[in-house]
């Protein structure tokens, strides 16, 4: 139904910014929910950021403040700007989307359905 991809990623100096972008086609125009989250080494995922259909959007504790999640419509993208990257940034990181509304809001809602492959990154010291 809906098919993500991931880009952006890479490799950057500690306190550095990344851009990530998470393109969406298929039914992007049923799209409620998308989401971005991480998976650092031998860590568990985490949720970072989250976006409605109405533009709300809510962040992770350890992301607040230095992470932007957005969105753009017309072309179907979700963006991820990324400042003040630290090496606890360090992982693997997902753009997820849920065609269907949750009584638990995107950022508490676990059962996205649709996940892109992910994109690396990586924040050195």
């Known amino acids: 139904q809906v098919q993500l991809v991931e880009s952006g990623g890479g490799s950057v100096q500690s306190g550095g910014s990344l851009r990530l972008s998470c393109t969406a086609s298929?039914?992007?125009?049923?799209?409620?929910?998308m989401g971005w989250f991480r998976q650092g080494p031998g860590k568990e995922r985490e949720g970072g950021a989250a976006?409605?259909?109405?533009?709300?959007?809510s962040y992770g504790d350890s992301v607040q403040g230095r992470f932007t999640v957005s969105q753009d419509k017309a072309s179907a993208t979700l963006y991820l700007q990324m400042n003040s990257l630290n090496p606890d940034d360090t992982g693997m990181y997902y753009c997820?989307?849920?065609?269907?509304?949750?009584?638990?809001?995107?950022?508490?809602?676990?059962?996205?359905?649709?996940w892109g492959q992910g994109t690396q990154v990586t924040v050195s010291s």
């Open positions: 997820a989307a849920d065609l269907s509304y949750s009584d638990a809001g995107c950022w508490e809602r676990d059962d996205y359905k649709h």
């Open positions: 298929g039914y992007t125009y049923k799209i409620y929910c």
């Open positions: 976006i409605d259909s109405d533009g709300s959007t």
